[in-house]
């Protein structure tokens, strides 16, 4: 199996799908098996969640059945051939219950067969115990990001729990992903886990994106997007999770100081989370007319939404939780070949190399970003040219089913 030795220039690169030999003759060493996947994060109401259901959906075409389990604050249940997700309606339930829940409902799940490989996320490894007793079941601990850490006492706690789940864990668990060669690093490091046992497995690209194309005019699209606002407009767009220790607030305040009062500069914000209200009251009480907070779009509407904008905001603070991650939304800017304002941390180089598609901020000043947004919306020809090129590199690298292929090795090693 192809290991990621975590330096920090190694790119993704594609592998052929997984094979190995019997009585003579190569034949996929995946096929038939079952994979379950196990998750306590709320994929289905999250926006780039569907990006990484694509991933296991994307499994089936090597041949897996693949059956998901995640909570949902509305049931939803998916099931299209060898694809099926079923959810669980949390709404009434405490977290200790919901998690409780899930347990029960995948022990129900998970002991319908013999022999299943378990992806599932840390809170889940009592479960997977659990399989591996009775029905000798093999794991992948699934970690798409270190949990979120701030100071103080339960800080503390929340980082020893995460460190815990990651040693025990390397007893049982036969594989780990990392979303990035520094995050595993990372997990090597906090959870004394050898290096062979983790595999890099990055944010995947949904298929909207894989498969978008647009060669219409950019304010018809606004538009129809409802954006009759940022038309004729040069326009920044910020989409994701809002948060304040992702330092949106902070960023909001810069983009006022730089651009108040020029209405040619248009701040659109798509997305929800726990700082929505505070923007709505920094908007108001600043009185910024030129930043738009939309909420959440449908996630098949994100393709035409990143269109519709002129550059892209892929902001993170230099902080440990942010500082190597694997940013979906940057990957989704690249492909659709959509320049980038971002922070210049090693998870987002890792991605984007030197692209001239990117403009890298070391520290978040009005100066400078005055000055990435100049160079970014006056590019020539030829970097436009380069950046299309780049957008198919992108693509091939960080596709759903590339991305299933790397998973797939993974998992014919166990």
Known sequence: MRRHNFKAHQ?????DPPFHRANGRARLCNVKKTVFVLSTDYWLNSLHGSSILSLFRALTKLGYRVKVLLPSIKKKNIEVELFSVNSLDVRRHIPLVTLLSLYGRALKLVFEEKNPIVIFDPPMLPLFLLAMVFRKSKG??????????????FGWLNLLNFRLWLILGKNFVEGFTAISPFEAAEFSRLGKIPENKITVIPSPLGEKFEKFNFFGNRNELRLKLGLRASARKKVLLYQGVLDKRRGILEFLELFHETFKGNYGIVLLLIGDGPAADSIKNFITNSGATNIFLLGPFPYSKMPEAIMACDVGLVLLPDKPLWRYQCPTKLVEFLALGKPVIASDLPGIRWIARKSSQVFYIKEMTSSGFKEALQKLLFRDESITAESMQFRKEIIHKFSSFSVAQMLSQMICSL
Request: proline letters at 11%.
């Open 140 to 153: 992948i601990m699934l970690i798409l990001s270190r949990p979120l850490i701030e100071r103080g006492f």
């Open 11 to 15: 790119l993704l690169k594609p592998v």
